[in-house]
């Protein structure tokens, strides 16, 4: 459908989710649950690596830090427990573009006040947020601004900034700056808050500088042309880079080269002026920070992809407005520091200059790690020492700061600090520096000291940042627990909070990590092709001491393998577009298996207890649906989900047609559960039980979206696996993790509060097959997240007094229903504010009506029984239900609805009448029995679509608007209009 295809061109990159649900994306009030909440018997965690991704900014205020990184979210430093701790695990997959944060400022009168901008061009429909928090994290408040600028969190250049700022005297002030403008029409990249970031306004004179006078594809792949300062691709596109605020004055760096780029206005007048013709235009600023006597500091770098051939550092004094060089521009620096205590104290760090560091001393059997260069000063920039890790005084002199240590985590060990944005010292000591770096956060000890005895020393210190990208998962009843790892490897994990081992020697980034289900002391792994790769594959015999290499028969696929007899094994490689090969020699040769059709990566899946056989998953779609406008939607025979069965070792296969494929990510491997059956998840198709080797495949009828399904221990030995599942039981179910325990029959609420972004580029969940109730998550950029049952948890039983629970969305309201216990004499409605439960009133009845609630919000109840003289307040309120109230009637959808055709261009405009307090509207077509998103951003009340629709083609479709932060969906269903293009 030509419709739909425009929207779906670069779907893999897309978050939109085009689906089953009314609309992807847009919320619709909760009724009543299908899954018991038992969440609260649960506990979540990240898997102890240690960073393993690019922390691109660190700011302080006067005792406290946050760290900022470009995929995995946003952390504040513990000083308690010396440990970062992450603040954005609340953040579901649809809003998972918002793990890519910009920028930060911190209110320099309240160090609990924070504001973080964040979005990500190709993931969350461009979504581009303000996240404030004046709880030190606890608690945020999401402001949307995307239809004022966009910001690419993982984009060039997310190593500069900071591109927001409060100011000081007066914070509710608060500029911000965009890579670029919404669109073509959106009227400046810098906008600007009176009300502490409740309303932001774009700032007119800074749009009259003309910077951006260009416009670029936001994405590549979409249909907005946004204003930029160059028409570079989206990605490359940094416009605002830095603002910083005092003495009541603004000052704006710019990603933009040959031109001034850093300009001043006064806080009051917004007008602004070339900062200074003294500073340079061939390059680009990379920070501007404020030392105690009111001084900036600039510093600059040649390119945005850390380019740091040149760049250089100046101070700027506002008193004088003189600007004066003092650092070398031969380097490209990301950032000059001044420490607040004493000004004189400076620190700076190139971003991409590639020059030594040392791990012990150089020799010709260890040389250098290639990386970044540090620098202080103790006489206010005139004179500079490089005091990098193993630096001496001269050749064969005496260290002027010691070699790197690794802080406890020996997979760093030889790997450099590289693209270092920040250096800043610690707020609670000037003697200890912070370094951000493209594989964590590295600390400087003794900055200041030039003792000999007390040398400064360079330390790996990510403690609670994981930012790992896992894109494999191996657990085995005999206690392993393997994974897959984007650009380090992989490791194994003994337990969540001790730091995982990697295997040795290492490839880089590392696509498939399979174990023989018949002996587990044989492994494999394999290379994801990416570039970042110094091995292919490698095998071991004896449980990961010993790696031997391979020839696998692709990188980038998936591995497993089968036993032929005692001691001959198989390995069974797939690749990324669908091929199955296999070797019986370790690589040494390979034949391709038959009977498999699929067109993106298969995953397959040995049988336990009988290695002849082998089960596999795979999609089979054409791209042409998503490139081509002028053909059909598929046919089932063209996009379908796939469950093939092997009978000899995976030589050949068998497949069956499982459902059609939902255009969103393929849902991986195939969950086994134990009795010869197999579970394969089917996206917005819901989920289906593969049974006798393929003959019977049933759809589960209480499954309404299964993005991936994953398998664990059983409940009791010898009973069905455990399925765990990242979906949605009911439409009106929370999107989260859900556990089963009877084979997919009913489901159980786990997770829908610490879900990190979803499951990322992995799309996996593994069940711990050792220890009942845990489970591993991969993520997009929050490394591996584990969920384990609480300590003294046990799994309720029928006869523990907890009613089942409905609840029905009423106007500001909420109406709870349950069933009545045979012995209870009354019962307390609770609901969940500030992380513990209250009570908010007793009652005799079975229902209750909870009042004055906010509209658009959710809230979480329980009923609790009384009984025999006492509350059953047993497993901390596992019937917990979640609901939004509705908003007071009005008119929330649009009305009045019209279409204008043109038989020119084959095209069709609606036009609606607009709808009072929308600051978006939707637009959804019915296709294949079920209505498909394919925009949430339009901002006016009109909208057109695409030229060249197919003649004579039927389309039903439906506008909704968002009010108040809700999509009224059920009444533009039901105002629908069917148009057929001419």
């Known amino acids: 459908m030509n419709l739909f295809k425009k929207t779906f061109a670069g779907l893999l990159a897309m978050s939109m989710a085009a689906s089953a649900v009314p609309f992807a994306g847009m919320s619709i009030a909760a009724v009543q649950a299908s899954a018991q909440d038992i969440s609260s018997t649960m506990e979540w965690g990240t898997l102890r690596i240690g960073g393993g991704g690019f922390v691109s900014g660190i700011v302080t205020g006067k005792e406290v830090m946050y760290a900022r990184t470009d995929v995995g979210g946003a952390y504040k430093y513990n000083y308690d427990t010396e440990c970062w701790e992450q603040l954005f695990g609340f953040i579901n997959e649809a809003d998972r573009g918002l793990l890519s944060v910009d920028a930060m400022a911190i209110d320099p009168t309240d160090d609990d006040t924070v504001y973080f901008l964040c979005g990500c061009a190709y993931f969350s429909s461009e979504k581009t947020v303000i996240f404030k928090t004046t709880d030190g994290g606890k608690t945020f408040t999401e402001i949307d601004v995307t239809s004022l600028i966009k910001v690419m969190g993982n984009g060039d250049g997310r190593q500069c900034g900071e591109s927001i700022a409060v100011d000081p005297d007066n914070p509710n002030i608060i500029y911000a700056g965009g890579d670029v403008m919404s669109d073509d029409k959106s009227l400046s990249a810098l906008i600007k808050s009176t009300d502490g970031g409740k309303t932001w306004k774009p700032v007119i004179g800074y749009d009259d500088l003309g910077l951006f006078s260009k416009t670029c594809k936001w994405p590549t792949w979409g249909n907005i042309n946004a204003r930029s300062v160059t028409s570079d691709a989206y990605n490359n596109q940094n416009g605002v880079a830095n603002i910083a605020i005092t003495g009541g004055k603004v000052y704006v760096g710019t990603s933009i080269k040959g031109v001034a780029n850093v300009h001043v206005a006064n806080v009051k007048d917004d007008k602004y002026s070339v900062l200074s013709k003294d500073l340079p235009t061939d390059v680009f600023p990379s920070r501007i920070n404020v030392d105690a006597n009111g001084d900036l500091l600039i510093t600059y770098i040649a390119g945005l992809a850390f380019n740091g051939a040149s760049g250089g550092g100046y101070r700027y004094s506002p008193k004088t407005g003189k600007a004066e060089p003092i650092f070398d521009s031969a380097y490209g620096l990301g950032s000059i520091w001044a420490d607040p205590n004493n000004p004189d104290h400076l620190i700076a760090g190139t971003c991409g200059k590639w020059q030594s560091q040392l791990w012990q001393a150089w020799t010709e059997e260890h040389g250098p790690a290639w990386g970044d260069q540090y620098f202080r000063s103790f006489d206010g920039g005139k004179t500079w020492q490089n005091f990098s890790p193993g630096q001496t005084h001269g050749w064969n002199q005496p260290l002027v700061s010691n070699y790197l240590q690794d802080g406890g985590y020996s997979w760093i060990v030889d790997k450099a600090i590289h693209w270092s944005g920040t250096v800043v010292t610690d707020p609670r000591n000037s003697d200890r520096m ?395 409605v609770y609901g969940y504010q500030n992380g513990k439960w209250v009570k908010i009133d007793e009652t005799s009845s079975t229902s209750y009506t909870v009042k004055n609630l906010t509209a658009g919000k959710s809230y979480k109840f329980a009923v609790v029984t009384y009984a025999k003289g006492k509350w059953y307040t047993n497993y901390a309120y596992p019937n917990a239900v979640t609901v939004t109230p509705k908003a007071a009637s009005k008119v929330t959808y649009p009305t009045n609805i019209k279409v204008n055709y043109s038989e020119k261009y084959h095209q069709v405009q609606f036009v609606w009448d607009k709808v009072e307090g929308a600051d978006k509207y939707g637009i959804a077509v019915y296709l294949a029995g079920k209505w498909r998103v394919q925009t949430s951003n339009v901002t006016t009340n009109s909208f057109v679509t695409p030229k060249n629709l197919t003649p004579g083609m039927t389309y039903k479709v439906a506008i909704a608007a968002r009010v108040g932060g809700t999509w009224d969906t059920a009444n533009a269903i039901k105002n629908a209009v069917t148009v057929t293009i001419k």
Request: hydrophobic share 30%; proline share 4%.
């Open 434 to 828: 912070f370094i951000t770096s493209g594989n964590g956060v590295f600390i400087c000890e003794n900055l200041w000291s030039t003792d000999q005895d007390k040398l400064p020393t360079f330390t790996f210190h990510p403690d609670g940042i994981e930012e790992v990208v896992s894109l494999d998962f191996v657990s085995t009843a005999d206690g392993l627990d393997l994974s897959a790892i984007g650009d380090y490897d992989g490791f194994v994990h003994e337990k969540e909070n001790k730091i995982g081992l990697q295997y040795q020697p290492n490839m880089g980034s590392t696509s498939a990590i399979a174990v023989c289900p018949q002996n587990t002391d044989v492994w494999a792994r394999t290379a994801n092709g990416d570039g970042n790769n110094t091995g292919s594959a490698y095998y071991t015999l004896d449980r990961g001491k010993t790696w031997t290499a391979f020839t696998p028969a692709c990188t980038g696929g998936k591995l497993s393998i089968t036993e032929l007899k005692k001691g001959t094994y198989r390995i069974i490689n797939t690749s990324a577009n669908g091929a199955v090969s296999y070797s019986d020699d370790f690589g040494k040769t390979w034949n391709k298996s038959s009977g498999i059709d699929a067109s993106k990566t298969v995953y397959t899946l040995v049988d336990p207890k009988d290695p002849s056989i082998v089960y596999a998953s795979g999609v089979k779609y054409n791209e042409y649906w998503a490139s081509d406008m002028t053909k059909k939607e598929p046919t089932l025979d063209e996009c379908h989900y796939s469950f093939y069965i092997s009978t000899d070792y995976g030589a050949t296969f068998t497949a069956k047609t499982v459902c059609r494929y939902d255009m969103c990510d393929s849902s991986g491997d195939p969950a086994y559960l134990g009795d010869g059956s197999i579970i394969v998840a089917g996206g917005w198709y819901g989920m289906y039980k593969v049974s006798n080797k393929g003959a019977s495949i049933e759809k589960l009828d209480n499954v309404f979206y299964a993005k991936t399904v994953g398998y664990g221990a059983p409940e009791k030995t010898g009973g069905l696996n455990t399925l765990y599942m990242y979906g949605r039981p009911a439409e009106s179910d929370p999107e989260g993790i859900y556990r089963s325990t009877d084979g997919g029959k009913s489901w159980d609420c786990i997770n829908t509060d610490h879900l990190y972004g979803g499951t990322g580029n992995g799309n996996y969940l593994v069940g711990d097959m050792d220890e009942f109730g845990k489970v591993y998550m991969s993520t997009v950029g929050c490394g591996i997240v584990y969920g384990k049952l609480t300590s003294g948890s046990t799994i309720p039983t029928d006869d523990e007094r907890i009613p089942k629970i409905s609840a029905e969305a009423l106007e500001n309201s909420v109406k709870l229903s349950w069933n009545k216990m045979s012995d209870a004499t009354k019962y307390a």
